[in-house]
């Protein structure tokens, strides 16, 4: 499979030489990040990422994150918004090592059925969300189209009728704007009949386009998924089997999102599988190579750094350092520290203005609130990263382990406490229809 994007990365020897391309930016000097940084905000070319993510470039961290900041400000307000994941099922066909849902990994298994799904969802929506990312590991025998399309359906169902909502005690978007009381028909008729969910995402394995298509249908919005590594060669050795392994297939993916008219398509990398700078390289070009081709759609970018796992296969990967019955994958030649992370965030904002900026939980709560300023749009917030995490249904094991374990009401006021405003829904279908 020999796509456009599979020919850039090629060409540009960015999928298989990181060492020709950090001997690059081992060169690049001050005078080169002056020039990139006096460039118009917002504007790409590889040779003015190269210089901003280059070693030279720490020395002007301080510039970057002012100039995104304020980039940020113009583009997008000053709101961040707010979103919670809801895991669906952690069965899986793959063996991707550093991911606690590992095919071979000795552990507890749950799938949601649709109804459990609800559950778990209207507890998401009673502490505010109006916001959500359906996530799943490759089930395909479960998690099927039908079975998403259901779901959304459920989801986009009006507040009428949900009671259990207004009982739970939990801060839902109207009960805050009421003083804690869930608001009557009468008092607020478009509330009623808006949907629980205004805005619905995934984040499953990949798919076909018309797949993809039936779900744009019928109200999923959104789709996230991440190549992981750009990087051939690690990416076979992290992604040993299972429907993933496809190196191509994956990278062909967004192109399928993108084509069924998904109104947002999310990229990413898993931040310390390899050098994180020629993986940013990688990503800006498959973030400008979408932007020209689909034009409707809108590029977001993700930042996810490992983290802890639970393993029974901590054997068969021997970078995994054992600590207290959790395997920390972080200890690797490619740890991506903190102000590498800052580098990446601000160099990424400043050639992509538009762009979507997503933080998880994976991040401590003390580096988050310093990181909405340069440039995030979007954060998680109390999440759980299990089916049946929420309701304490199940006893099942997580994707990874969070590190902000703040609950959402906490997240939104330490958002406020920064001169920012939460923003748990992106748009009011109720409002467009009228």
Request: charged share 25%; with cysteine.
């Amino acid at each position: 499979m020999n796509t456009e994007i599979a020919t850039i990365l090629e060409q540009k020897d960015l999928d298989r030489d990181p060492e020709r391309w950090l001997e690059r930016l081992e060169n690049i000097g001050s005078g080169e990040v002056e020039a990139a940084l006096a460039e118009p905000a917002g504007s790409y070319s590889l040779r003015r990422l190269s210089a901003l993510i280059s070693p030279a470039a720490e020395n002007y961290l301080e510039e970057m994150a002012q100039a995104a900041q304020k980039l940020t400000v113009q583009r997008f307000g000053r709101t961040i918004r707010l979103y919670g994941p809801l895991y669906v099922s952690n069965y899986c066909s793959n063996s991707c090592r550093y991911c606690g849902f590992n095919m071979n990994n000795k552990s507890e298994r749950t799938r949601l059925t649709i109804e459990q799904a609800v559950e778990e969802a209207n507890i998401i929506a009673g502490e505010g969300f109006r916001d959500i990312l359906l996530v799943s590991s490759e089930d395909r025998k479960f998690i099927t189209t039908k079975y998403l399309t259901d779901l959304a359906a459920r989801l986009r169902a009006p507040w009428r009728g949900r009671p259990a909502l207004a009982s739970r005690g939990r801060p839902g978007l109207a009960m805050i704007k009421n003083k804690g009381k869930m608001p009557s028909p009468r008092e607020c008729p478009r509330h009623y009949n808006a949907p629980v969910f205004d805005s619905i995402s995934i984040e499953i394995y990949q798919m076909s386009r018309d797949e993809y298509a039936k779900l744009f249908e019928t109200g999923i919005e959104g789709v996230t998924l991440y190549q992981e590594t750009y990087d051939r060669k690690k990416y076979e050795y992290y992604h040993p089997a299972g429907p993933k392994s496809d190196y191509d297939n994956r990278l062909a993916t967004p192109d399928r999102i993108a084509a069924a008219g998904m109104r947002e398509v999310g990229l990413g990398v898993l931040l310390g599988l390899a050098d994180w700078r020629v993986e940013t390289l990688a990503l800006a070009e498959h973030a400008h190579y979408l932007t020209k081709r689909y034009w409707k759609s809108h590029v977001s970018f993700s930042f996810p750094r490992l983290r802890p796992i639970h393993s029974s296969v901590v054997g068969r990967m021997p970078h995994i350092v054992d600590r207290d019955s959790q395997f920390d994958i972080r200890n690797t030649k490619y740890q991506v520290r903190d102000k590498n992370l800052v580098q990446m965030i601000t160099a990424l904002r400043l050639c992509f203005a538009d762009a979507g900026l997503v933080l998880s939980t994976r991040e401590p709560a003390e580096l988050r609130d310093h990181l909405i300023k340069l440039g995030i749009t979007k954060i998680s917030a109390g999440s759980k990263t299990n089916p049946g995490g929420y309701s304490g249904c199940c006893d099942s094991i997580e994707q990874f382990k969070i590190d902000d374990n703040r609950p959402p009401v906490e997240v939104a006021a330490m958002i406020e406490s920064q001169g920012f405003e939460p923003v748990w829904k992106d748009w009011d279908r109720a409002f467009l229809d009228e």
